[in-house]
């Protein structure tokens, strides 16, 4: 029987930052931070392989949560330094003819119309092929760095990024489809009935319109989101025609799934509309022994080092977990930070030791040749039930080749993904399985 075929992203995680940094496959990449061209070749090996989306992460701030201090971050190269990843869009989008772009931004710093005016420049200018992640950014230092001593709590972050995408969409909407008219007889470019205010007043934002460019294509770009607490999934359920979840094991993908159709549902929409997409990290290998091997090699860093996980997991929190003996029990704890990201981390043993060496930022536990791990997704997809997966790995041009050029052709080979767009637009290519 062949299954349904599913979707392909690509997280790129440190987005415009250093990437290949004392890995043996980076070439020049880290010298060459500052510059396009990695994220260039990135998307035209995407586009040959029919992605459907590249995600650009972003934060705006330097972490210093492990040990109190900024080196870590700063010595490892560890989100930091980073430039900002908008200007790099339309490059990619230059540089491709289908492939959706998808900058993040922060509903909690950004100012709701320029963010809507922003994104329709980039969707119109794209012809259609620019989406948007909307974070409620969590970490204290990004707060710090907009005006605030503290950071609104999380739940309230979320009601205000629930406004903010409200009033963004109301801003998409305040010209019609056909409001350019472009008529020279009745010397009229605009036709002035199309377009209106939207006159929002929220509890968050006070926002007049009408925007002053025209509506981005279909109404809006593709809307994503990644939040993993109840509140990012009700966000999601809301607005979104993307989710990502970063979850380890399939059954934890099959009740996420089932809760986000409910959830779409409940909202009154159509749950097809909400795409569900799974982080994944697989291992490949000229063979499956060799693949294996490496795969255990890296369970081995990650134990031998667990300073580099947990000062991750300590800027996404604001837990400082140097402060913790590696190997007593952990205590319970909470965080205004990202809260459904610090319960699956807990959830993983019961020392600091061991929930650095089971923790998974996704599908991890996944090895092979590019055919057996082919083989396993398909499987993996057809009991979870869809809709595709994102790629989540460090980035070298060899770890790009190796999902572009191994993997995507094994999974085309089984039809389990396209083979060729269907369509120019980022949203008609989404929606079309
Ligand atoms: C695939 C993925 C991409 C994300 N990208 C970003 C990002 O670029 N910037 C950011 O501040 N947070 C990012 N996040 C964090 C989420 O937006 C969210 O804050 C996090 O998953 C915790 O949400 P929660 O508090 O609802 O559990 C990402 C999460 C995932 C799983």
């Known amino acids: 029987m062949t299954a349904a075929p599913f979707h392909m992203g690509w997280f790129l995680g440190n987005s415009f930052g250093v990437h290949g940094w004392n890995d043996p496959w980076g070439g020049s990449l880290a010298a060459e931070w500052t510059r396009p061209d990695m994220h260039i070749d990135l998307v035209r090996a995407l586009e040959r392989a029919c992605f459907d989306f590249l995600l650009l992460e972003d934060s705006a701030f330097v972490p210093d949560s492990y040990g109190s201090s900024m080196d870590f971050y700063l ?24 492939l959706g772009i998808v900058p ?8 709701p119309y320029l963010l809507a005016r922003l994104i329709a420049t980039l969707d119109l200018m794209s012809e259609g092929r620019v989406g948007c992640n909307f974070v409620t950014s969590t970490a204290l230092r990004a707060a710090q760095n907009f005006g605030l001593d503290e950071h609104l709590e999380h739940d309230r972050r979320y009601e205000m990024a629930d406004e903010f995408v409200e009033v963004v969409r109301k801003l998409w909407t305040s010209w019609d489809d056909d409001a350019v008219i472009m008529d020279i007889e009745r010397q009229t470019f605009v036709d002035p009935t199309k377009v209106r205010t939207i006159d929002h007043k929220g509890r968050f934002f006070s926002v007049r319109g009408p925007l002053n460019t025209a509506r981005p294509h279909d109404g809006r770009p593709v809307l994503v989101q ?11 359920a809301r607005h979104m025609d993307v989710v990502i979840a970063a979850l380890g094991t399939v059954d934890e993908m099959k009740t996420y799934r089932a809760d986000m159709r409910e959830r779409v549902a409940a909202q009154g929409r159509n749950p097809d509309d909400c795409k569900v997409l799974f982080l994944l990290t697989p291992t490949l290998g000229d063979t499956d022994a060799e693949a294996q091997a490496r795969y255990e090699r890296g369970l081995r860093a990650k134990s031998a080092s667990p300073e580099n996980g947990l000062a991750l997991m300590a800027s996404l929190t604001d837990i400082d977990f140097a402060k913790f003996d590696l190997d007593e029990p952990l205590e319970t704890m909470t965080t205004n930070g990202q809260q459904g990201t610090l319960k699956r981390f807990l959830a993983q043993g019961r020392t600091l030791r061991e929930i650095a060496a089971n923790f998974r930022f996704g599908f991890e536990d996944v090895f092979g040749t590019p055919d057996r791990v082919a083989a396993i997704l398909g499987e993996v997809m057809a009991e979870v039930g869809g809709d595709g997966f994102v790629i989540n790995l460090p980035i070298t041009r060899r770890t790009i080749a190796e999902i572009t050029d191994g993997l995507i052709p094994a999974l085309q080979k089984r039809q389990l993904v396209r083979s060729l767009y269907s369509h120019a637009g980022f949203r008609q290519n989404l929606f079309e399985f």
């Open 226 to 236: 990644a939040g993993g607490s109840p509140q990012g999934r009700h966000f999601a």
């Open 75 to 98: 010595r490892r190269a560890a989100r930091v330094p980073k430039n900002d990843p908008l200007p790099l869009v339309p490059l990619l989008t230059q540089a491709t003819r289908h």
């Open 104 to 111: 993040t931004i922060s509903t909690s710093f950004y100012p």
